[in-house]
């Protein structure tokens, strides 16, 4: 089932296309991961999502975590983190959650628990201004999540965190997806976000370059799969001309990766190896400078 699907959605300003007839669709209890370059449109798309812009063309249709259809008189729950959420900080931490929930229709007992499902219950009754980033962060999180949301949408939400922070910021993200929240998140931080989402939305100057899980971008791209063999191995003199030597690994193209794996087995009776497929940096640097339209999954 869909949370969101968008139909040849495309956004002009009046000197830019921003976007340009893109189609794709979020599934319930998916995380996705928003990709591209700065300018690239991806701000765009969830200012769209939000209803905080108007299309010139295209359509966004949502459906809740129970398959009904979701229109003007009964929206879809979203919870939205933007990149730079500014808190009073002169307030506290609870009475700034206090404040959103009060926006949303939501009770003091699910603020409560939102403090804590966010590490916060501790320092609720201290002011902002004294929080450091990755409480602030959390909090920002915190009136995001109120409201058991239905779709979450995140600019960067990890950017200036540290490892601990940014650790606890996709536990909380990966229990939400556990209950059916869809989650797209848009970061450049591609070691972290490879361990979280489900499929990768890559956008280059408006245009849907790639959408699907790792696997059909690697399959798509066709980089280089690459195997350390151990250093007591002894390789045959000639390789398949489909296999080539860099670097002390054997190397074949992605789509090649279960013939290599079999040969080295078969051919080389070694069995001890460490395969290192394409990974998400690679994918994307090769999507971006290409500029290549390949769909996924
Ligand atoms: N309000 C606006 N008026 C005119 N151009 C805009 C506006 N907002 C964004 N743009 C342009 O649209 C393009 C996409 O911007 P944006 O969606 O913010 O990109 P991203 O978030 O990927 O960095 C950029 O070229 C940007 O300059
Ligand atoms: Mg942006």
Do not use: W
């Not at 996705?32 to 690239?40: D, E, K």
């Not at 193209?253 to 290599?260: C, N, V």
């Amino acid at each position: 089932m869909n949370t969101v699907t968008i139909s040849q959605l495309t956004k002009r300003y009046p000197s830019h296309t921003a976007l340009s007839g893109i189609n794709v669709s979020l599934e319930a209890g998916e995380t996705v991961a928003l990709l591209g370059h700065n300018g690239a449109g991806k701000s765009t798309l969830i200012k769209l999502i939000l209803g905080v812009i108007q299309a010139e063309r295209g359509t966004i249709e949502f459906r809740d975590r129970q398959g009904r259809l979701c229109g003007r008189n009964s929206p879809l729950n979203i919870g939205y983190l933007p990149e730079n959420l500014s808190l009073y900080e002169r307030m506290t931490g609870l009475k700034v959650l206090s404040f959103f929930a009060d926006l949303k229709g939501v009770s003091t007992d699910e603020v409560q628990q939102t403090l804590h499902d966010c590490n916060l219950h501790d320092v609720q009754h201290q002011l902002v201004g004294s929080y450091s980033k990755g409480m602030k962060q959390r909090l920002g999180l915190a009136q995001a999540i109120l409201g058991n949301p239905d779709l979450l949408l995140l600019d960067e939400p990890t950017v200036g965190l540290d490892s601990h922070s940014t650790e606890y910021m996709y536990q909380t993200l990966n229990s939400l997806k556990r209950i059916g929240c869809t989650i797209l998140v848009c970061t450049h931080e591609l070691p972290l976000i490879q361990n979280h989402a489900d499929r990768y939305l890559i956008l280059g100057q408006g245009n849907l370059l790639a959408f699907g899980d790792l696997e059909a971008l690697q399959q798509a791209t066709n980089l280089p799969t690459r195997i350390q063999l151990p250093s007591n191995a002894e390789l045959p003199n000639s390789l398949p001309e489909e296999f080539f030597v860099d670097n002390d690994q054997i190397c074949c193209d992605f789509s090649m990766r279960a013939e290599l794996i079999k040969f080295i087995t078969t051919q080389c009776q070694v069995f001890d190896f460490v395969v290192s497929d394409p990974n998400l940096s690679q994918v994307l640097s090769c999507y971006l400078s290409k500029s290549k339209r390949i769909e996924g999954r």
